[in-house]
């Protein structure tokens, strides 16, 4: 491909996202990676696709639901195109109910998400028993269970996405380029630090965790959210656990005591887990935007040039939204970026 319509520069879940919903529109397509596919954060291990909850609704939350609904026909197309399997699974996710109190709030929410998530998924609150000898203990005997969370897991989505992107003819290239066309760019946590020396203030930067998979086949089971924890089971007999969240930090990419302790509380949270095996530890950082939202849009004062980052804990959850609206941007002029997630809006 001598030039592209569209060159993104990296190959995290967002750029590789946009690079797909642009390829299948019929652009030409370039995607630039300066280390290889999933350097940064997508690269990891956990792969929760989990909503806010239902309540004290706002545009954050709106998009993130629509992103979500729109996951599995996103994956099962790409999966249909690239003919490997990003292993996506809308699987549920189960959260322990601590006291009378979380309770009674997660009765409102209940109710709340019938109206808020237009009757497509379910928030509802049922015995811990029915998710017995998996489902985390708790006090009430009681749990939230919904179904729109989903799960998948991050390394097989992007080599999915990659080859559906090449199957569309576009290019997929490591180290250094020069771009061509729109330039979208998805570089991830060093990314911001860029953006913020470019705009002379601070727009974000990276945060550390950590994460672990262990050997465990509970690929029918739904994930589990407690105490920040998430426990996620995957399809190829693993189960994901992550993650914790490090602001301060001495090295990027190196595991330590703090994992550890998360491998045991995981265990204690659900003792299926107990004697599962670790097969993996990972470290790693993550884009946060300084105002946790993503940013997304042109970039101010470069025509032609866009930004998509920022997603924080939940870039595999809102890249099929994110990747939509960006199309829609750099193809058509059409912008649908809700207020708050512009770049502008961080300035």
Avoid at 74 to 102: H, K, T
């Amino acid at each position: 491909m001598a030039t592209a319509d569209v060159t993104v520069m990296g190959g995290g879940i967002f750029g590789l996202a946009c690079a797909w919903a642009c390829a299948r529109r019929g652009a030409s397509v370039r995607v630039v990676e300066r280390d290889r596919i999933g350097a940064g954060s997508s690269g990891g291990l956990v792969g929760a696709l989990a909503p806010h909850v239902p309540e004290q609704w706002n545009p954050k939350k709106q998009f993130q639901l629509e992103s979500l609904l729109m996951s599995e026909a996103f994956w099962e197309d790409v999966r249909e195109v690239s003919g490997q399997d990003p292993l996506y699974a809308r699987s549920g996710r189960v959260q322990p109910l601590a006291d009378s109190d979380a309770v009674a709030r997660a009765r409102v929410r209940e109710e709340e998400a019938a109206v808020l998530w237009q009757g497509r998924a379910l928030w509802r609150v049922t015995g811990a028993a029915e998710f017995a000898g998996w489902g985390p203990d708790t006090p009430t005997g009681l749990v939230v269970h919904d179904t729109l969370s989903a799960r998948l897991c991050p390394r097989a989505g992007l080599a999915t996405l990659s080859a559906a992107i090449r199957a569309k003819a576009g290019e997929i290239m490591t180290g250094e380029a020069e771009p061509s066309g729109a330039v979208i760019w998805a570089t991830g946590a060093a990314g911001l630090q860029d953006l913020s020396a470019a705009f002379g203030r601070n727009l974000g930067g990276a945060e550390k965790g950590q994460a672990a998979l262990l050997r465990h086949d509970a690929r029918e089971a739904p994930q589990i959210f407690a105490e920040g924890l998430f426990i996620v089971p995957h399809g190829d007999g693993t189960v994901a656990i992550g993650s914790t969240s490090e602001r301060e930090f001495a090295e990027a990419d190196t595991t330590d005591a703090a994992l550890e302790a998360l491998i045991d509380r995981a265990r204690t949270v659900c003792p299926a887990l107990a004697e599962a095996p670790v097969v993996e530890r990972w470290a790693g950082l993550r884009p946060r935007a300084k105002s946790r939202a993503p940013m997304l849009g042109a970039w101010p004062g470069r025509p032609g040039h866009f930004i998509a980052n920022g997603g924080f804990k939940i870039g595999f959850g809102i890249a099929p939204k994110v990747a939509e609206v960006m199309a829609d941007l750099v193809l058509d002029g059409r912008d649908a970026i809700p207020d708050g997630f512009r770049v502008e809006d961080s300035l």
